[in-house]
């Protein structure tokens, strides 16, 4: 009887957290389907440039070996 109980609160459980995930995804496609377009954040956020970061990384990279005196002459 007692394992009938606890199958019994599990399957309510899951049944409550499905629920409740579908509830979240309805409100968050709600402004959609009215027809909204729901504002940026950024709108006019920096492109990235894989070459750029790439560049700025190596630098950096140099720039710490140097201060660790790994990299020096002989």
Avoid: C
């Amino acid at each position: 009887m007692e394992d009938l109980k606890k199958a019994t609160a599990a399957a309510a459980a899951v049944l409550q957290y499905i629920k409740s995930e579908e509830e979240a995804i309805a409100m968050q496609s709600a402004p959609y389907a009215a027809g909204l377009q729901m504002p940026a954040i950024f709108p006019y956020a920096p492109q990235v440039k894989p070459w750029g970061l790439n560049g700025r990384q190596t630098q950096m990279q140099m720039r710490n070996l140097m201060q660790l005196r790994t990299f020096h002459r002989r």
